[in-house]
C-alpha cells in the first residue's frame, strides 16, 4: 500500500527543514572555512595559556571577515581555555554542537513562554534562518558566543515573568560578562513587576561589579588591553556586531563631536 503524498504546506516544510539542516552540515563539513569568531577565541585563550598577550595581533586574527582582534573580559579566557585543549578543528566541532543545543534549548523557552512553536512550518523555519539580515544563521557560521547570551538572556526573562527577580538578576550577571551592554535589562527590574524591584535592582548592579571587577584584580594589564581594543573597533554598516560603532554612526549622522559616541555608550 503505498503512502499518501505530503500536502503542499508539509512539503514546504519539509523542504525548509532540509535547507537549514544542508546549511547547517555545510558549516559543520569546513569546519577550516567558517567560525572565525571561535578561532579568535581559541587562539587567544591558547597565547593565554602559555602567558602571552591574548589582545596583541597575530597571524591568528585575520579571518575570511577580516582582521578580528579578541573582545572580551580577560576572566572570559579561562572558560575558553577549555575548547583550546583539543586541535581546532574538534573543539569548533564542539563548540558548534553545544550551541546548537543551547539553541534548541532558547526555542524551547521561547515556545513554552512567549511565542508558542506549534508548529515549524515553512515560514516558521526560513524566518528563524533568515530574518534580520541571517542573524541567526550568520551567528552559527561564525562560531560567535551570541547565541549562549541570549540562551542566558531568555532565561533570565523567563524568570523575571515567572515573579523570580533573583533568578533574572544571576541570569543577566552571567550574560554580561561577555559583552557588558546586557546588564542594562536590570531596569526592567523597576518596570515590569507591579512594585520595583530595587533590591534586587542594586543587588544585580553590585553583583555584575563585584564579578567584572574580578577581571582588574586579576589581570589588570589584560583588563587596559581589553578596553583599549573594545574602544578601537569600528565596524560600520548593516553588519555592524559592535554598540560602539552604532552610537558611531548615529553620532555621525547627526554631526554630533567625535567624543559624543562614547559618552552616549
Known amino acids: 500500500m503505498s503512502k499518501a503524498p505530503l500536502g503542499p504546506q508539509r512539503l514546504a516544510a519539509t523542504l525548509a527543514w532540509l535547507f537549514a539542516l544542508a546549511l547547517l552540515a555545510n558549516t559543520a563539513a569546513h569546519g577550516a572555512r567558517y567560525q572565525?569568531?571561535?578561532k579568535v577565541y581559541y587562539y587567544a585563550a591558547r597565547t593565554f595559556a602559555a602567558g602571552g598577550d591574548p589582545y596583541a595581533?597575530?597571524?591568528?586574527?585575520?579571518?575570511?571577515?577580516?582582521?578580528?582582534?579578541?573582545?572580551?573580559?580577560?576572566?572570559?579566557?579561562?572558560?575558553?581555555?577549555?575548547?583550546a585543549l583539543p586541535p581546532i578543528l574538534p573543539a569548533a566541532a564542539l563548540?558548534?554542537?553545544?550551541?546548537?543545543?543551547?539553541?534548541?534549548a532558547l526555542l524551547t523557552v521561547w515556545s513554552r513562554r512567549f511565542l508558542p512553536l506549534r508548529a515549524l512550518s515553512a515560514p516558521t523555519v526560513l524566518f528563524f534562518l533568515l530574518a534580520f539580515n541571517r542573524t541567526l544563521y550568520t551567528d552559527i557560521i561564525t562560531g560567535n558566543v551570541t547565541v549562549f547570551e541570549d540562551l542566558a538572556l531568555w532565561l533570565g526573562f523567563a524568570a523575571l515573568l515567572s515573579g523570580r527577580p533573583w533568578a533574572f538578576c544571576a541570569c543577566l550577571i552571567?550574560?554580561?560578562?561577555?559583552?557588558?551592554i546586557p546588564i542594562a535589562f536590570l531596569v526592567?527590574?523597576?518596570?515590569?513587576?507591579?512594585?520595583?524591584?530595587?533590591?534586587?535592582?542594586?543587588?544585580?548592579?553590585?553583583g555584575f561589579a563585584a564579578l567584572f571587577s574580578l577581571n582588574a584584580l586579576l589581570y589588570p594589564g589584560l583588563t587596559r588591553q581589553f578596553f583599549?581594543?573594545?574602544?578601537?573597533v569600528d565596524h560600520r554598516g548593516s553588519n555592524n556586531p559592535s554598540t560602539l560603532a552604532f552610537f558611531r554612526d548615529f553620532a555621525d549622522k547627526l554631526a554630533l563631536?567625535?567624543?559624543?559616541?562614547?559618552?552616549?555608550?
Open 95 to 104: 563548540w558548534l554542537g553545544l550551541k546548537l543545543i543551547a539553541l534548541a
Open 257 to 265: 563631536p567625535l567624543a559624543a559616541s562614547p559618552a552616549l555608550y
Open 174 to 180: 552571567l550574560a554580561a560578562q561577555f559583552k557588558i
Open 228 to 232: 583599549a581594543n573594545s574602544l578601537a
Open 36 to 38: 572565525w569568531d571561535f
Open 188 to 206: 526592567l527590574l523597576l518596570l515590569v513587576p507591579p512594585r520595583p524591584q530595587w533590591g534586587a535592582f542594586f543587588t544585580g548592579l553590585l
Open 57 to 83: 595581533p597575530s597571524p591568528q586574527n585575520f579571518t575570511p571577515a577580516g582582521y578580528l582582534p579578541f573582545l572580551y573580559p580577560p576572566l572570559t579566557l579561562t572558560l575558553f581555555r577549555l575548547f
